[in-house]
């Protein structure tokens, strides 16, 4: 007979290697840079190519589809092919899209060139996080790829508003360039399968054994369905933010220089998250009890927007992103280590709710409901989210403690 004291255990493997740990964060940060982007470079398809919003919705929406079939793919290969053929082609159709959108910049020609390069981009992410999910310590390889992460939505938000439609292009295709440089750090194959856990028990006595789980099918699905949720909500929000605040009494300057500004509060989320660890350590429970604030700071513009409440908004916004995110992603990494679910995860399965997001939202545009409806809904996927995070944690607790309250 036991007692309650269990933990989960990750042995080192190749993944745990900073070679490995590094061009696994800068693929993500190459595959996430149009989602990171979205305010300014939905802004400049209205600006520089004079596309309209509901348009503009629906071209994310496409590259975000993109994004998904990618992390399908992604899922369905990583842990059976060799992961450096599958980045070159990911690579390569990603390049290509991003390239051809300089030369045909009609709306339907863009809307099927980013699907296109979602799907680049989503199959070269899918392997990218794969790569971190092999980590030994999760938890703090994600933390580490959201700092980095944070620190290029800075970049992002702040330098590509100076750039033409072309050099913004231009931009995402070198990203990936860059990647393919430093393939030979990427691990080929996975080092440990799928939905296998270890856990170690410690007796009544003091003794120590190992128990080996296998983790039901249903418990990482319903982490990606709580990510779906989530993402509704990140991407319906972060395409139409600044475009919402342009209808407004907010000054565009002010707006504009908040969405960089704000994005140090992602980073803030990062240390935080690992400050807590040891003091609040059930992954799910957090997750959705973060929500809360999240869910607060969208709800409050559907009251307007003005320059205070748009400031409070982005900061927390991105505090709560990030936070939430980083458990998110160790506990699909704790669930399976062989990079089947963490390749759908984040951003890629996201990349199918984020596309969700910006389509769900420019329907509501559509039928005339404003921006008021677009933050209802917001708050309304919010909300769906962490009532799911917090069944996933209680069905947990039940039949595996150690995972359930794996940090």
Known sequence: MTNDSTKLVHHRTVFDDWRSLTIGIYMALAG???MVGLPVISTAWVNHLGFTEVEVGRIVGADLAGLAIGAVISALFVAKVDRRHMTVLAAAIAIGANILCTYYQSYEATLWLR?????GAGIYTGIAVATIAGHSRPAFAFGLELVAFAASQGAELKFLPYLSMNGIYWVL????????????WLPRRPAEKSLDVEVDVEEFGGDHHLDHKHVPTYVPWLVLTAIVFTYINIGAYWTYIELAASESEAS??????MLWVSSVFSVIGCPVRCATQQSIRPGAAVAG?????????????????????????????NFCWIFVDIYQAATIANVDRSGRFPGLDPRRLRGLVTFSGPNMAASVLAFGLGYNGVFMLCGAASIIAMLVYLYMYLTLKKTIPALADAS
Request: hydrophobic content about 65%; cysteine-free.
């Open 32 to 34: 996430y840079a149009v």
């Open 115 to 119: 699907l296109a390069a979602g799907i």
């Open 173 to 184: 295709a070198g990203t990936f360039v860059i990647g393919l440089l430093f393939i030979s």
């Open 252 to 257: 565009p300057d002010w707006v504009a220089s």
């Open 289 to 317: 009890n973060a929500h809360i604030p999240g869910r607060i700071i969208v709800v409050m513009l559907v009251t307007g927007i003005n320059n205070v409440n748009v400031a409070i908004s982005m900061f927390m916004f």
